[in-house]
C-alpha cells in the first residue's frame, strides 16, 4: 500500500522544515563579525539615510564608520547606486547585528518562496515533495552560503526577474519591464541582463516591455538626482576604484583574459572585450531564434548566466539568481525521467563544486573557480533541454 500525505499536511511538514533549517543556519552565524563583512555597506547607508545623512558624502560617509565601530572600510562613499540606500532603510532601524539576522532569515525565506513558486509552474503533486528537498540542497550551495553569511543583497536581483516572469505569464509586459529595470542597482549583473532581455523584446516586438525598462531606468535616475544631484558621477568614480583593486579575479572572461595578458593593457582590454562579445553574441542569437518557443522563464534560463559570465565584474554571491534556471533543470529532469535520482544529482554536484570553489576563495581571495557553477548550469541546462520524454508506463490491470 502507498503512503499518500495530504497535500496541505506536505506544506505544513515542509514549512516546519525550513524554519527549523534557517534556525539552524543563522544560529552558526551568531558570533560572525559584522563589521567587517559587506553587511556593514547596506546597513550603514540605511542608518544614514534614516539620520538625514547621505552616503554619498565622503566625510560623512566615513564619519559613520567611526560612530558605529566599522572597521573595514574599503570604499569611501556607499559603493552602490544611491537610490539603494532607500531600500536598506528597513535595516538602519536596527542595531547592526539585529539586522544582520534579520536579513538572513528574510533572504531565506525569500529564496524558499521563489523556490515553492516556480515549482509550482508544473502543477502536479509529485513536485510538492521536492519544495524541502531542493531548499536543502540550496542551502549549502555556495552562492546562498555565502551570500546569508556575508549579509549580500544578491537575493534582490532574485526577487526582481522572479517578478519579471511572472509578469510576462501575465501579459503585463510593461510592468514587467519596469521591474526589469531595477536590476541596475547592481550595474555589472543588470547591464548585461537588460543588454540580453532587450534582444528577446525586440526579437518578440515587445515594445511595451522596452517602454517599461526606459521608464524603469528614468524612476532611478531621477530618484537619485533627488537624493543628490551628483551621484552618478560619484557612482562611476567609486565603481572605478573597485575594479582598480578587483581586476583578475572573478569568474567571467574579462578576469581570465586579464590573467591570460598577464595583466596587460590593451590586451586584457581587447580579449576580455572579444571574449565578452562572443558569449553574449551566442545569447543573443539562441533568444533571437527562440523567441516564438520559449517561455519568459526558458529566456531567463539564458540570460542569467550568459549575463552572469560576461559582464565585468561579479562575485560568487552574485550567481544567487541562478535558482532560476537550477529549478527549471529540476523540474525538467524530474518531469522528463519520471524520477528524482538524476535531479538530486545534480544539486549534489552543484553544491561540491560550488563549495570547493568558495574555499578557493577563501584561501586565494580569487573566485575562479566559480566558473565551474556556470559551466554545470549551461551543461545540464542542455541536457535537459535535449532529453527526450521517457514514456509512461503502464500498468497491467489486475486479474479478476
Not at 511572472?166 to 529595470?181: H, I, M, N, R, T
Amino acid at each position: 500500500m502507498k503512503l499518500s500525505i495530504p497535500k496541505p499536511i506536505g506544506i505544513i511538514i515542509s514549512l516546519l522544515l525550513i524554519a527549523g533549517l534557517i534556525f539552524v543556519r543563522t544560529q552558526q552565524s551568531r558570533d560572525f563579525n559584522t563589521s567587517t563583512s559587506n553587511f556593514s555597506f547596506f546597513w550603514l547607508a540605511g542608518r544614514m539615510v534614516l539620520n538625514g545623512e547621505n552616503p554619498y558624502d565622503e566625510a560623512q560617509y566615513l564619519g559613520g564608520h567611526d560612530t558605529y565601530n566599522i572597521k573595514w572600510r574599503p570604499n569611501r562613499i556607499f559603493p552602490y547606486p544611491l537610490p539603494l540606500a532607500l531600500l536598506c532603510v528597513p535595516l538602519g532601524f536596527f542595531s547592526i547585528k539585529t539586522a544582520y539576522i534579520v536579513w538572513q532569515i528574510i533572504t531565506f525565506l525569500l529564496v524558499a518562496v521563489t523556490i515553492y513558486i516556480l515549482m509550482n509552474r508544473w502543477q502536479e503533486k509529485k513536485y510538492y515533495y521536492l519544495y524541502f528537498p531542493i531548499f536543502l540542497f540550496l542551502v549549502f550551495w555556495g552562492p546562498l552560503y555565502l551570500t546569508s553569511h556575508a549579509g549580500t543583497i544578491s537575493v534582490l536581483p532574485v526577487i526582481l526577474l522572479l517578478a519579471a516572469i511572472l509578469l510576462f505569464e501575465k501579459d503585463q509586459s510593461l510592468w514587467a519591464g519596469v521591474v526589469l529595470a531595477f536590476t541596475m542597482l547592481k550595474p555589472p549583473q543588470g547591464l548585461t541582463i537588460l543588454l540580453l532581455a532587450g534582444v528577446w523584446f525586440l526579437a518578440r516586438r515587445d515594445w511595451k516591455a522596452i517602454l517599461g525598462v526606459a521608464l524603469g531606468g528614468l524612476a532611478i535616475l531621477v530618484i537619485g538626482l533627488i537624493q543628490d544631484p551628483q551621484w552618478i558621477q560619484k557612482f562611476l568614480g567609486a565603481g572605478d576604484a573597485v575594479m582598480a583593486r578587483t581586476q583578475g579575479v572573478h569568474s567571467n572572461v574579462w578576469a581570465f583574459a586579464y590573467l591570460a595578458c598577464d595583466g596587460a593593457s590593451p590586451c586584457s582590454t581587447l580579449l576580455g572585450g572579444t571574449l565578452s562579445l562572443i558569449m553574449l553574441g551566442a545569447a543573443s542569437l539562441l533568444l533571437w531564434r527562440n523567441q516564438a518557443k520559449w517561455s519568459a522563464w526558458e529566456a531567463m534560463n539564458v540570460i542569467i548566466p550568459f549575463g552572469f559570465i560576461s559582464t565585468i565584474y561579479l562575485w560568487v554571491y552574485d550567481q544567487l539568481p541562478y535558482i532560476i534556471p537550477i529549478v527549471w533543470i529540476i523540474g525538467t529532469l524530474v518531469q522528463k525521467r519520471r524520477g528524482v535520482w538524476l535531479a538530486f544529482g545534480f544539486l549534489a554536484l552543484l553544491d561540491m563544486v560550488s563549495l570547493f570553489a568558495v574555499l578557493r576563495l577563501v584561501d586565494t581571495e580569487k573566485d575562479l573557480w566559480s566558473l565551474g557553477t556556470t559551466i554545470l548550469v549551461f551543461l545540464f541546462l542542455f541536457i535537459a533541454q535535449r532529453m527526450k520524454q521517457k514514456p509512461a508506463i503502464d500498468k497491467a490491470p489486475a486479474s479478476a
